[in-house]
């Protein structure tokens, strides 16, 4: 399967700020996903991140609090934006090759804010 | 949207012991998928079940995708400390999007050694 490098792992940030994360993938992949997992809890998912158009957001999710982009097949990029201590969790991309695959993760960003 | 209940929420065994744990829906899924998640890392896939009675094995861990097409157990033969984690299976409900995965909320192993 593919190797999914996230960046960065983990990160303490500042109530107010924005975060982006990447995710890259080593070969060309169909669809890349985001997710977050809140402390002990399942996953979630955000958006599916569309390459060279708007990401689809799952409800509750929004383009202006969690804007993503995918300018091309091994790249996604998720901001965290406005961050507030709600939003202290793990934030997993996740990659599919096609349509009877399943999807496989990166190792998450542990994001904790103050 | 789809609900996955999954159970037991925990398990403390002894090494050696063998484990099942299940996931159950009120809806048809079409796939089923076992993840492993450890502490600091994304969930690992174990296995992937696409066919309603089908039975898969990867080492110690076997999985089944129920007939009714609602349910799937996974089980672990003669565990290992190496085996503690959280397991959570996977779907993708019928008439949703071949990418639309519903999680469980997943099992915490404990093995005693």
């Known amino acids: 399967s593919a190797v999914i490098s996230q960046k960065p792992s983990r990160d303490i940030c500042q109530r107010g700020t924005s975060l982006t994360i990447q995710c890259q993938v080593d070969?060309?992949?169909?669809?890349m996903f985001w997710y977050r997992q809140q402390p002990g809890q399942s996953l979630t998912l955000i958006a599916t991140?569309?390459?060279?158009?708007?990401?689809?957001?799952e409800s509750g999710f929004v383009i202006d609090k969690f804007p993503i982009s995918r300018p091309n097949l091994t790249f996604s990029t998720l901001t965290v934006s406005n961050m507030s201590p709600e939003d202290s969790s793990i934030y997993l991309c996740?990659?599919?090759?096609?349509?009877?695959?399943?999807?496989?993760f990166g190792d998450g960003t542990r994001l904790s804010i103050l | 949207g789809q609900q996955l209940n999954q159970s037991p929420q925990s398990m403390f065994i002894q090494e050696g012991e063998d484990v099942s744990m299940n996931c159950t829906s009120s809806s048809i899924f079409n796939t089923w998928l076992w993840y492993k998640q450890e502490p600091g890392e994304g969930p690992v896939l174990l296995i992937a079940l696409y066919k309603a009675g089908e039975l898969t094995s990867n080492g110690r861990l076997t999985a089944q995708f129920g007939i009714t097409r609602k349910d799937s157990f996974l089980n672990i033969s003669a565990s290992i400390p190496s085996d503690v984690g959280i397991y959570f299976c996977?779907?993708?409900?019928?008439?949703?999007?071949?990418?639309?995965?519903?999680f469980g909320k997943g099992t915490k192993l404990s093995v005693i050694p």
């Open positions: 996740s990659v599919q090759q096609g349509s009877n695959q399943p999807q496989h």
């Open positions: 070969s060309q992949v169909t669809m």
């Open positions: 996977a779907g993708v409900a019928s008439g949703a999007g071949s990418y639309q995965l519903t």
């Open positions: 991140a569309n390459q060279g158009s708007e990401a689809t957001y």
